[in-house]
Structures are given as structure tokens and as C-alpha cells.
């Protein structure tokens, strides 16, 4: 049982910075293809970044490209989102998700989701 849990959301100002952790369990790491989407309020989820099962792969939507980074940390069994400079249009939940590869993933090819962590960007 694949199981995904976000943490690390919170209220940061305008030029912020947060970084969100993913502890997974029900799978190992290297066998799964993982990502983040978020969705804002009245609005659809959309695809923020994500990391290749091995090789060191990522990749990211165009909203925060330089600004978000992806990683993951084997032995923790953790998926991460370090985002800097945050932007009021950051405001949304974050989901954590695992998908069979990178190529798909974007366009929302996913096979499980957690139940979001909320960030929030204002002033």
C-alpha cells in the first residue's frame, strides 16, 4: 500500500522560503518516478516539478522553474520541494504524487496522490 504524506506548509511573505517533505512509504524510492502538483483556490491542480526514478532527472513547470528545486533523500524515504522566492500565485496546496515516469507526468499521469500540504504567500 503506497502510502504519501506532505508536511512542511505554512503562511511566508512575499520573497519567502519553505520546503515541503514527502515521507513515503508502501515502495522504495528508486522504483517509482515522483513529483509535486499543487491547486490553487478556483482552480484546476496543475503540475509544479518532478524526479526521475533514477539518474537524477527533474523536471519543472515554467511558473517555477529557478525558483522550486525537487530532491529526494533515499535513506529517509523522503520527497522534497525547496521553493524560494515565493509569490502570492505560490498559494495553493502541494501534493505529493508517484508516477510510472517522467515523460507523463506533467500532463497529470499520476498513480497516487497525499492529501496536500497548504502553503500560503501574503503579506
Known amino acids: 500500500q503506497v502510502q504519501l504524506v506532505e508536511s512542511g506548509g505554512g503562511l511566508v511573505q512575499p520573497g519567502g522560503s519553505l520546503r515541503l517533505s514527502c515521507a513515503a512509504s508502501?515502495?522504495?524510492?528508486?522504483?517509482?518516478?515522483m513529483g509535486w502538483f499543487r491547486q490553487a483556490p478556483g482552480k484546476e491542480r496543475e503540475f509544479v516539478a518532478a524526479i526521475s526514478k533514477v539518474g537524477g532527472v527533474t523536471i519543472y513547470a515554467d511558473a517555477v522553474k529557478g525558483r522550486f528545486t525537487i530532491s529526494r533523500d533515499y535513506a529517509k524515504s523522503t520527497l522534497y520541494l525547496q521553493m524560494n522566492s515565493l509569490k502570492p500565485e505560490d498559494t495553493a496546496v502541494y501534493y505529493c504524487?508517484?508516477?510510472?515516469?517522467?515523460?507523463?507526468?506533467?500532463?497529470?499521469?499520476?498513480?497516487?496522490w497525499g492529501q496536500g500540504t497548504l502553503v500560503t504567500v501574503s503579506s
Open positions: 508502501g515502495f522504495t524510492l528508486d522504483h517509482l518516478t
Open positions: 504524487t508517484t508516477a510510472s515516469s517522467t515523460s507523463t507526468i506533467r500532463a497529470g499521469a499520476v498513480d497516487a
